[in-house]
């Protein structure tokens, strides 16, 4: 087995893609193993490069009897390897240890049994992420010590409710980008019903909701119309959903009070990050309070907030704001060969997250910004640009936005990616004809989004500089093919203003 030195085990496609990297990788790269069938054509190539390939049943019966000694392990060895998003730059790889892995997951089964839950081999879990994140990877664990069952969807996000349907997952685990479609697409339905159907609807939606502000608890709060109108929302996710999780960024207010009326299952956000082995944070089911925060500290983690003078965050104010620090076990071990990097975060043992937080007053913290992503306008006042995007975000006729802007402008202006749904109904009333493409490009498409982007804004009673002032429609949605985004729906900021450079000139160049 010494020749086992280098050996990945992956799906069919990658093991033609890694034949494909042979001469850069023999050197270390001995075994490759297929979870599919192989065949001699892809053997007979394995071999020309000095390596073996083997099926997953081949590889099954390679050792045969022989007894191998398992070389001695201890808490602070490193288990796995994870890479960062890579948002801000290249991906980070950060090392987490035995230790770390199994304090969070004592710590996760904890939390699940203090909010009244527990699981079970009648449990399904469900997530849209992708499995190399690590939010992802502790929810496994804590379902497979429980012996329940895991499901994944198809890799089609337009079928994701079907996949939901079809699985019938009692916790389903995704980013915010899923949960705003899924609530897109409930919204369009009920919108699409007839007058009799919206308005029943539309009754039972504020009673329960008003119930639930009052501290009733979701399956209490209105059981009349959860049977009569809310069930037809709870069978189309499949009839057996009681927990929902949010992570990856903020999720707007209104798809999760939306989410925890109509889902007749407990809607939660939690936080996290690579380096803190996923869930630092979560929501507590029930406490309505705690709409629009990740909710308190888990019991395995010691957190503190740390002021940032420069964009006017004071964590000894009356309303304590600061950057998210962390301590505790369950922190990484470093980056993987960049020192460098390791010790611009773990300051005296903390970790800087890099996000702002708000405590509440319940207890809970509220994500408000993220510390590097902000800059500075000509005129010298900063922008929070998460904060903004969140704000702009909720809107129906927006899918996703990128707020941009530098310190040689004085002004905002905003690459949006349209609801097509939203915008052909709006097309239609309005008498306009075209293909989305067309749409994104008419000019009173333009004045319409600007519009409503402004509107939000003075309801949100922004400042003038953190106004749209011009704005770039694209048909197409940000995605992974572009190197847009992250697999977890992250912007790639450094990455969407190269590629969308030529648009933001020319909106600067528009409006003078």
Request: hydrophobic fraction near 40%; include cysteine; proline fraction near 4%.
């Amino acid at each position: 087995m010494d020749s086992l030195q280098a050996m990945p085990v992956c799906s069919p496609t990658m093991a033609l893609q890694l034949l494909k990297t042979c001469h850069a990788t023999s050197k270390y790269l001995k075994t490759i193993v297929s979870f599919g069938g192989v065949t001699n054509d892809q053997k007979e190539e394995a071999k020309n490069h000095g390596l073996s390939i083997f099926s997953w049943e081949e590889f099954l019966i390679l050792g045969g009897d022989h007894h191998v000694d398992l070389p001695e392990k201890t808490k602070s060895d490193i288990c796995t390897i994870m890479y960062t998003s890579g948002t801000t730059g290249d991906p980070k790889g950060v090392m987490i240890s035995n230790e770390s892995l199994l304090v969070n997951l004592a710590g996760a089964d904890s939390v699940i049994q203090s909010i009244g839950e527990s699981f079970d081999q009648d449990d399904v879990y469900m997530s849209y992420l992708p499995l190399a994140h690590v939010f992802d990877r502790m929810f496994e664990e804590v379902f497979i010590s429980h012996g329940s069952k895991i499901g994944f969807w198809r890799g089609d996000v337009k079928l994701l409710v079907d996949d939901i349907a079809a699985l019938r997952p009692t916790v389903f685990c995704a980013v915010p980008r899923v949960l705003d479609r899924i609530y897109s697409g409930l919204t369009a339905k009920i919108s699409a019903g007839g007058f009799l159907k919206k308005t029943l609807f539309n009754l039972a939606y504020k009673l329960k909701l008003d119930s639930m502000r009052k501290g009733f608890k979701h399956e209490k709060a209105s059981p009349f119309f959860d049977k009569l109108v809310f069930s037809k929302v709870k069978e189309r996710l499949g009839g057996r959903l009681r927990v929902i999780m949010s992570g990856g960024a903020p999720l707007a207010v209104a798809v999760e009070e939306f989410l925890r009326v109509v889902t007749c299952a407990h809607v939660v956000q939690g936080y996290g990050l690579t380096e803190t082995c996923a869930g630092s944070f979560v929501a507590i089911p029930n406490d309505f309070s705690m709409l629009g925060t990740v909710g308190p500290p888990v019991p395995h983690v010691d957190v503190r907030l740390e002021s940032v003078s420069e964009m006017g965050y004071d964590a000894l104010s009356s309303i304590p704001r600061g950057e998210v620090c962390v301590k505790g076990s369950v922190l990484f071990s470093g980056y993987y060969k960049r020192e460098d990097l390791t010790q611009e975060v773990m300051i005296d043992g903390w970790f800087h997250t890099g996000d702002v937080g708000e405590w509440q007053s319940n207890g809970s913290l509220k994500i408000i910004d993220r510390k590097k992503n902000i800059f500075k306008l000509s005129q010298g006042e900063y922008v929070a640009v998460e904060n903004l995007e969140n704000v702009y975000g909720v809107l129906q006729e927006v899918d996703s936005i990128w707020v941009y802007g530098n310190s040689f402008e004085s002004y905002l202006v905003a690459i949006i990616n349209p609801n097509q749904q939203a915008l052909e109904q709006w097309a239609e009333h309005n008498g306009i004809a075209g293909s989305l493409a067309e749409l994104c490009e008419n000019s009173r498409t333009k004045e319409h989004f600007l519009a409503e982007l402004a509107k939000i804004a003075k309801e949100r009673k922004l400042k003038g500089f953190e106004f749209i002032r011009a704005i770039h429609l694209d048909p197409l949605p940000f995605d992974m093919e572009r190197n847009l985004i992250t697999p977890t729906y992250k912007k790639k900021r450094p990455q969407m203003l190269k590629y969308y450079q030529g648009a933001i000139d020319a909106l600067y160049k528009s409006t003078k």
